[in-house]
């Protein structure tokens, strides 16, 4: 499909259709198992060796914000995702030639966004880095360190929510359509984001029923890190169903 300069209308959704989308996830995650679970697998162990380092090295607290930082990030791996649901579409199973040919194939306007998304999550890791330094200034290592326990790191992972929390809601802005609108070339990098902003709004309880199942997922696979191995698959594919639902494309 070709890029072009088309203005795509999101239709309205409801939250039922969330759950729908999250339904539809869990089921393309089931037909793709094993190279979905290696391919977030290789993530998921990368993350844990980024928090293991901090606790080690006595910056345990700054885990939670950079685990949530991912949220800013993770729609860059969104093309491995739909190049295996594509081939699925063409009936037949994904392999590592269809992740690696989807990153290839996607325009250079999906790393523009993607670049801004690093941008965005640079400048919340450098708020939580300032907040680490004046509200707990101290080196604090082991992982019980992670979690707010005590009054001093609750207060600190709360001054965090609160500064990165404008970038999340920007990054999900402008991403959550804008991403998968992009790799289907569908259309430009402005005319993307000016779609994604506007579904959001159009469909507001429903999307922030899909922020807030995002956000929970994270939670929880900070918790038990290696879940993330399945939650990002199923979340990545819940992400192309809704799309779908929302963007359906009528030329198809």
């Known amino acids: 499909m070709s890029m072009n300069d088309s203005r795509p209308e999101p239709r309205h959704v409801r ?8 339904s539809c996830g869990l089921r393309v995650f089931a037909d793709t198992a094993p190279l979905s679970l290696l391919y977030a697998g290789g993530f998921a162990v990368f993350g844990v060796g980024l928090v293991s380092l901090l606790a080690v090295v006595g910056l345990a ?3 939670l914000p950079l685990v949530g930082g991912f949220l800013i990030v993770a729609p860059a791996l969104l093309a491995g995702f739909f190049a295996m649901s594509a081939a699925l579409r063409n009936g037949r199973k994904p392999t590592w030639r269809d992740v690696g040919a989807g990153f290839l ?11 801004v998304c690093l941008f965005l999550f ?6 939580a880095g300032i907040l680490y330094s004046f509200m707990l200034g101290r080196s604090y290592t082991g992982w019980k360190m992670l979690f707010p326990f005590s009054a001093e790191l609750l207060r600190f992972h709360l001054g965090a929510i609160v500064a990165g929390g404008l970038f999340a809601v920007i990054a999900f802005c402008i991403t959550a359509y804008a991403v998968p609108l992009l790799i289907e070339r569908r259309t430009s990098l402005v005319v993307a984001v000016s779609a994604s902003v506007r579904a959001i709004f159009r469909s507001f309880p429903a999307n922030l029923t899909w922020s807030l199942v995002l956000g929970g997922t994270i939670i929880v696979s900070i918790i038990v890190p290696l879940l993330l191995t399945v939650t990002l698959p199923v979340t990545a594919f819940a992400t ?3 799309y779908r639902t929302v963007f359906p494309d009528d030329s198809a």
């Not at 939250?15 to 999250?22: D, I, L």
């Not at 640079?122 to 708020?127: A, E, G, L």
């Open 15 to 22: 939250p039922a259709q969330v759950m729908a989308a999250v």
């Open 61 to 63: 607290p700054m885990a």
């Open 105 to 115: 194939r996607s325009p250079p306007a999906l790393w523009g966004l993607v670049l």
């Open 122 to 127: 640079v400048i919340w890791m450098t708020d």
């Open 240 to 242: 192309e169903c809704l």
